[in-house]
């Protein structure tokens, strides 16, 4: 499993209340009619129709853990107080990344361009919150690849640019999965091209 | 063991199969990072004592410890050669422990890669890989197969069809789900619908999640299981103790759900991981007195892909199958499939089902080019782009079986008839892959005029399907629609068979509808009509365009008429929008305060005629910007603020003033009253080395359309560049965006250049890493959202 295995075609499973969440939808307090509700599913749909998700993954070797210090089996350091705690019962550790293309994106800019910018900010969240779930799908899938052996992952993954653990490590893990094979490009200043792009690491306990 | 002592072993009792075997051999031994089933090869005598005691716990079935022994996962240990002997070894092992009363299955999962179009494994070759195991485990004396743990239905039917090529064994299928779906995003009808279609006796859930979460999905395959359902859960969710994996769940409270999983629907039950023989003793004491409930025997006529299942019947909606993947007098789409081109095909897919068509009709008949490999290629495509059921359109065997053969769901052939060639070499194929088929009452002797002659082949078409154990659920028959305008008396015949096989033989039908009207003009006319009067029959699907809107106006009416769509919910649903519209524009005609509300409710359509019709009434312009247009967009902002709108309101809120002002303007500037319209000027950018640029973009709209003069340069902007335009322009305030840690520090750079100009302007900063303290560190004010944004900009301008 230490190569790095390529996924294409994904629908994984998505929560819609996380995307209304990412708009500022309160359950308790926002009023949307029927109708306006069927409006924001039928984008939401239309995001789902227009991302074509890739992911790609591979398990790696933790050699040491000497906080905030991660050093993986290539010699990479990632750094990060937090990532270090994940990590801290994890001898491998399952490096991932998921990428909606750059269709979405077109399409978002185009629906800017037409002055519907509302519905680009619903397309626009939609396509965040489904690229993610590319990688809730990754982490089930890895997950039940481990749970014969006994091992399961950690419940949570972090990605470059939370907390402590820095953007520019978006630049190892574009290394270390060989994002341009994914159809990514990044940047000088490491942002992600197609901007629905993300990268993560989670933990893999057990034996 | 037979398929009949198989389902005997059901009859009134409930089936129990055995618990997870990797925790009992790490127990005994088993070191980390060996190939499991090579280790439990040679240590035999350990892998008996595991199966023994399921055997003595309670196990009706134990699984032969062959789970990764499949080719391409052994290949991971340089062991794929030693595939069907290590097969053998094991099934016998599981043999010698298993005792006179207790059944072996030989166990298959997956692969540990995915299959095309996830992942890299070509079909076959999983097929080929599961084959070898196959015949280790039949040489090892195994009484039935287990397919088990696999998440992506397309490999749990590769491992299907790789034993049903090799023998005629009972074969129990079981995959894993995460929340309501498999891993891969298959939902419990459409694999249920798919495997038993496909042959498999028993199907079900297995590992995945413990055993209430297996609940629902056992409710959800009961109504249309026709085989024995299996829960095989976890013993609840693993956590790390001491440096060892367990599970959450004792053995007696995950048997305490036995009663739920059978009421559910379940008729066999057993443990996956982190389950022990203690948990099967449980289940036993807990089961003894359970019996399976009863089913409806309800037959239904489902299709499905791996996503979604459909099922046909006169009584429910009617089903639309779209007709366009058909190169039939399609210029366009001939030279695609010519050229091996599937853009096309996806687009077309994609357009039906937007339009409403729940099963694609797909025809690869061009003149000179490969059917077979065109239409394994468009079935492919169709896969990967939309989610609905497929209908197979074409009378070549070969061609047929490779497109049956892949697609992971449960398609229709169109079409069977009564030609006795069609008959010899399709029914089999459909029975093989567990197709449903469109029945063409057509024989050897042609095409009969009288609807008595095509019942007639109806009859004897279904009695042959019949001894394959078709059923009239599993038929449409097709009603067989030629054109009017060379024998009017036609359409009547056509309807009379419709009426036929809907009220008196009860099994659904299709027509190709465009046929009646061949040959005349305004052909429009003639099918609309003559779709109505054969739904008013209990015509149950037609192939169609479903991108004629007025033909799909007709089926979503006399879906209303015919009472299909109970309470009209369907018909309300697609319409009452357009309705609403219009009504707006209605109600705008009449009063300002109707202006407010479409602001209000962002009603971008409306806004414009409704300014216009204020000013038609003689209300001044800036009476309208003052008294109405501003108060509601003030109104807006409020009600966003306490969280009853979210962002897409406040956006449209934007927008819909924005049309307003598009139509007030000049008569704002023609009666000089635009003088004080802006607030003040601002220059927006987002910051250079930063391409994402929505967030700011929504930013710019807003304050546009709460009074400012916006100047927006972009994204990826030089500082040099927003310091020369904000100078040019005398802003107010420079509004900057940045997404990125990495990028963030230009706004520094903004505000030195600012401060080294000596610019009294103000700047304001937002985007996602970005907070106040940040903001105050280098002498800017922040917004944290769009909204906050327009608030903080009406102070700083005061």
Redesign the interface.
Known sequence: MHEIKVLKCLKPVYNKSLILSRLGYDKKRTVLSGEAMREVERLILYTEKNLNLKAAYRVMDIIRIDAPQVVLSDGTVLSGMKLSELLKDSKEALIMCATGGSKIMELIERLQAEGKMSEAAIVDAAASEITDSALDLVMNMVGQYLRPKGQFLTKMRFSPGYGDFDITQQRDFYRLLDGETLGISITDTCMLIPEKSVFAIAGIIGK | MTKKEFRKLFNNRIVLLDGGM??LL?EAGMP?GVC?EKWAAENSDLLIKAHRNYVEAGSDIIYTFT??ANRLKLS?YGLSDETVELNRTLAQIARKAAGRNTKIAGDIS?C???LS????IDFETAVDSFKAQVKGLLEGGVDLFVIE?M?DLQEARAALIAVKELCDLPVMVTM?F????T???SDPVSVLVTLQSLGADAVGCN?SSGPAEMVEIIEKMKPYAKVPLIAKP?AGK?T?KQG??VFNMDAGTFASYAGTLVEAGADALGGC?GTTPLFIEKLKECTQSLRPVQRETKPYSLVCSN?ETVEIHPSLPFTVIGERLNPTGKKALKEALKNGDMELVAEIA?SQVEAGARLLDINAGVAGIDEKVTLEAMVRTVC????VPIVLDSSNAEALESALRIYPGRAIINSISGEKEKIEKLLPLAKKYGAMFILLPVNDQGVPETAEERIDIVREVYNEAKKFGFGKEDILVDGLVMTVASNQSCAVETLKVISWCSKRFKVNTTIGLSNVSFGLPAREHINASFLSMAVANGLSTAILNPNNESMMQNVRATDVLMARDLDAKNYI?FY??QT?SENNTVKSQASGKTLYDLILA?DRDAVEEAVRQELIAGRLAKDIMNMVLIPAIQKVGEL?E????????L??G??AM?KAMKVLEPELVKNSDNNNHHHGIIVIATVK????D?GK??VA?LLRNYGFNVIDLGKDVEANHIIETAKKHNADIIALSA?????MNQMKVVKELMDCEGMTCRLMVGGA?LDNSYAESIGAYYAH?AYRAVKLAEELVK
């Open positions: 990797g925790t790490q980390g499991p789970f990764g991971d997956s540990g890669s995915l179009p996830f992942g890299d743990t998440m894993t995460d929340g309501p779906r891993i891969m995003g590992c976890n693993p790390l060892k994996t991981c996503r994609r990967n782009t939309v989610s649903d009452s929008g609403k962002g966003y306490k969280k009853e709108y979210f962002l897409p309101q956006i449209r934007a927008e924005e080395g930063d391409v994402h929505i973009n929504i709209m997404l990125m840690t990495t990028t890493v959202d």
